[in-house]
């Protein structure tokens, strides 16, 4: 998963806006927008952070500063526990060479001690996108690790694995109009593009796609959907 | 104690054949959040949850637990238990709720070292 390979892999599959979420990390995104702005990729930055419920909530924000800023908070956070390099193998910063920039000592496949909603909040204060991760997974999910999805957390969107059972989950989520997204959560690059959300902007970035969430989501309680 | 001698005293159901039967059981721990076991589980012991999922294995590969105890009898899935035995981590289940099988692996600990 170089940041070339990336690129290479969003264009074949004609994507026009990703996000660079890794665990916990946000310091790959900057290589991978890099090579994106020569071709017209949006490379968006952010990480896939997980908390202190062990839920795992994406954050994504249009400047890699905001990003880097949530990664120390974070990393302050994250237990100083070692990262096994022989069983979860290195957790490296690659650039637009492929050459490894670091490797991160410490244990990244852990929880940060933040609750998912002081999380939530921290990103939306700045101006980033919260998304709760896979929502219908059995594993590190809101819903897998609370039971329902409370209605005080500020969330942009749901992330769903199967966009086509989400009335499934209805009667898990307490507030009305967070609409359902679905993305690629690539790991491997092959992942890249298996899954996608379309939405209308007039730019695409941050507030752009805030918006546009936020209709999607009107429109969801227009239709009964959410 | 050993996990075969724990087993056979608390009626408790080895799912993954000879593996670790002989390991010694040196503490327990009762908790279903990984970044919790992995911070805090002690040296040879039994890891009591209802996680059953794939990831559980790691941490307890990570953490050389003695072995995963599931209480209630809940079910757990085929693929799970091969990939236990491919990993070669011992995972038991009993009956009692997790709580109990606690309070009983708490006990038979204590009644082996001879400590009040």
Same mark, same amino acid.
């Given at each position: 998963?170089?940041?070339?390979?990336?690129?290479?892999?969003?264009?074949?599959?004609?994507?026009?806006?990703?996000?660079?979420?890794?665990?916990?990390?946000?310091?790959?995104?900057?290589?991978?927008?890099?090579?994106?702005?020569?071709?017209?990729?949006?490379?968006?930055?952010?990480?896939?952070?997980?908390?202190?419920?062990?839920?795992?909530?994406?954050?994504?924000?249009?400047?890699?500063?905001?990003?880097?800023?949530?990664?120390?908070?974070?990393?302050?956070?994250?237990?100083?526990?070692?990262?096994?390099?022989?069983?979860?193998?290195?957790?490296?910063?690659?650039?637009?060479?492929?050459?490894?920039?670091?490797?991160?000592?410490?244990?990244?496949?852990?929880?940060?001690?933040?609750?998912?909603?002081?999380?939530?909040?921290?990103?939306?204060?700045?101006?980033?996108?919260?998304?709760?991760?896979?929502?219908?997974?059995?594993?590190?999910?809101?819903?897998?690790?609370?039971?329902?999805?409370?209605?005080?957390?500020?969330?942009?969107?749901?992330?769903?694995?199967?966009?086509?059972?989400?009335?499934?989950?209805?009667?898990?989520?307490?507030?009305?109009?967070?609409?359902?997204?679905?993305?690629?959560?690539?790991?491997?690059?092959?992942?890249?593009?298996?899954?996608?959300?379309?939405?209308?902007?007039?730019?695409?970035?941050?507030?752009?796609?805030?918006?546009?969430?936020?209709?999607?989501?009107?429109?969801?309680?227009?239709?009964?959907?959410? | 104690?050993? /996990?075969?001698? !724990?087993?056979? #005293?608390?009626?408790? @159901? $080895?799912?993954?054949?000879? &593996?670790?039967?002989?390991?010694?059981?040196?503490?327990?721990?009762?908790?279903?959040?990984?970044?919790?076991?992995?911070?805090?589980?002690?040296?040879?012991?039994?890891?009591?949850?209802?996680?059953?999922? /794939?990831?559980? !294995?790691?941490? #307890?590969?990570?953490? @050389? $637990?003695?072995?995963?105890? &599931?209480?209630?009898?809940?079910?757990?899935?085929?693929?799970?238990?091969?990939?236990?035995?491919?990993?070669?981590?011992?995972?038991?289940?009993?009956?009692?709720?997790?709580?109990?099988?606690?309070?009983?692996?708490?006990?038979?600990?204590?009644?082996?070292?001879?400590?009040?």
């Amino acid at each position: 998963m170089s940041p070339r390979v990336i690129v290479q892999k969003a264009r074949e599959a004609r994507l026009d806006i990703i996000a660079v979420t890794d665990h916990n990390m946000t310091e790959n995104a900057p290589y991978v927008k890099e090579l994106g702005e020569r071709i017209g990729l949006i490379v968006l930055s952010g990480m896939e952070l997980q908390t202190q419920e062990e839920i795992h909530l994406l954050a994504v924000f249009d400047e890699y500063d905001r990003a880097r800023e949530l990664q120390s908070m974070i990393y302050d956070l994250l237990p100083d526990v070692p990262n096994d390099t022989e069983f979860w193998g290195d957790q490296v910063v690659v650039d637009t060479e492929d050459n490894i920039v670091r490797s991160e000592d410490r244990l990244l496949i852990n929880s940060a001690g933040i609750s998912v909603e002081d999380a939530a909040s921290w990103i939306k204060a700045h101006g980033g996108i919260a998304i709760a991760s896979h929502i219908d997974s059995p594993t590190f999910s809101i819903i897998s690790q609370l039971g329902f999805i409370p209605a005080n957390i500020s969330l942009d969107a749901l992330e769903v694995r199967n966009i086509d059972k989400v009335g499934e989950l209805k009667p898990f989520i307490m507030k009305q109009g967070t609409p359902f997204v679905t993305f690629s959560d690539a790991h491997y690059p092959d992942d890249i593009g298996r899954r996608r959300t379309v939405l209308t902007m007039d730019v695409p970035d941050c507030v752009g796609i805030e918006n546009a969430l936020k209709l999607m989501g009107e429109r969801n309680i227009r239709t009964g959907q959410s | 104690m050993t /996990v075969k001698e !724990l087993a056979a #005293a608390l009626d408790l @159901e $080895v799912l993954t054949g000879n &593996i670790n039967l002989d390991r010694q059981v040196g503490s327990g721990y009762t908790s279903d959040l990984l970044s919790d076991v992995i911070a805090n589980i002690g040296d040879d012991a039994v890891w009591i949850t209802i996680q059953r999922h /794939v990831n559980i !294995l790691g941490v #307890a590969k990570l953490k @050389e $637990v003695s072995a995963i105890i &599931i209480p209630r009898n809940l079910a757990l899935e085929e693929a799970f238990l091969v990939k236990a035995r491919e990993e070669g981590i011992a995972v038991l289940k009993g009956s009692p709720s997790a709580f109990e099988l606690s309070a009983l692996i708490y006990n038979e600990l204590k009644r082996g070292r001879g400590v009040a």
